[in-house]
């Protein structure tokens, strides 16, 4: 019987290495104010599946900077020493269009606080603009070179074009990761903007090429798939009404890794992944069901899944 992700408290440390910064909303009321950022948003959503978190971040000692640790605080999160070392905390406006997709305009800043963990976590996790913004790209690199041969690592580069350099240059960083990481999630943007004209499988494997165990592409309404040396399979996404999309990708990105650590020791065979692929489209599902960056619970996961817990008790890898 395959343990199952929705219900497993698995005792594992969790690294999150990236942004957290405010992101600023415009609804029917007015401006809101939301704590985000990748890293912040995939810490949060860990934090509230019951897997012990921290986060090595950059914030300001202000207003924004508090709102930040108190929300991460909610979800059980511990903040890496030293967080508080900018001037401000960096924002993020989303300018919403009728589907409820999100374009952001960023003022951020990102570098890593002097102190770095003294150990190696069970999983570490990084992506956005902390894998390609400097100076603390160059950390994060170094970072993900000593973590090789002693903890799962996952990465999303959840790209943000309009922060980058060129796409050359871009291209060439995300591909100097891949090879360090275990697990490697695109967004069908992600996808489309790195290697334009190349079919999602195609990308998938190329991934594989590079030297990741498993490869995961996600597309919104139409679902994602997942791809590893072994077996590959799409996973349909739940219906749902969609708020907007903010922090959907996150939310997926964290009970994927939910999803491994939960089966320590299984193989990425076609079971495998269509478990992990349903679970996290279903995260997803819930967060783009209410405003915000706000991940699901444990409970929630649950109450989602129970019907296809059912279907999917006796898969096999």
């Known amino acids: 019987m395959h343990t199952n992700p929705a219900t497993a408290h698995p005792k594992t440390a969790v690294l999150v290495v990236g942004e957290a910064l405010i992101d600023i909303i415009d609804t029917p009321d007015g401006p809101t104010e939301f704590p985000g950022g990748s890293g912040m948003n995939v810490a949060f959503g860990l934090g509230r599946l019951g897997i012990i978190t921290t986060l090595l971040t950059a914030i300001g000692s202000d207003e924004r900077g508090r ?13 890496h020493p030293g967080a508080e070392h900018l001037s401000r905390t960096s924002t993020a406006k989303a300018l919403l269009d009728s589907t409820g997709s999100a374009q952001y305009e960023f003022d951020v800043e990102w570098r ?32 993900l070179e000593k973590a090789q041969g002693q903890c799962l690592v996952t990465f ?75 077996a590959g399979v799409e996973v349909p996404a739940p219906a749902v009404e969609v708020k907007d999309t903010v922090g959907a990708g996150d939310s997926y990105m964290v009970a994927l890794i939910a999803g491994m650590v939960a089966e320590p020791d299984a193989g990425l065979g076609y079971g495998r ?45």
């Open 273 to 317: 992944l269509t478990r992990l692929g349903t679970f996290a489209s279903a995260a997803a599902a819930i967060t783009v069901g209410r405003r915000g960056a706000n991940p699901p619970t444990r409970a929630e996961l649950n109450a989602s899944l129970e019907p296809a817990q059912t279907s999917q008790g006796n898969s096999n890898d």
């Open 112 to 143: 890593l606080p002097a102190v770095g963990p003294a150990s190696m976590p069970d999983v570490l996790h990084t992506g956005s603009l902390a894998s390609f913004l400097e100076p603390g790209a160059g950390q994060v690199l170094a970072l």
């Open 156 to 230: 999303d580069p959840n790209i943000r074009p309009t922060l980058l350099g060129s796409h050359a240059t871009t291209l060439t960083a995300f591909e100097r990761i891949v090879p360090l990481a275990t697990l490697v999630k695109l967004s069908a943007e992600d996808a489309d903007w790195l290697y334009p004209g190349e079919t999602h499988h195609n990308i998938a494997e190329r991934l594989l090429v590079l030297g990741t165990e498993l490869a995961v592409i996600t597309d919104g309404g139409s679902g994602s798939f997942l791809r590893s040396k072994t």
């Open 67 to 79: 709102r930040i640790q108190d929300h991460l605080q909610s979800a059980g999160v511990l903040l």
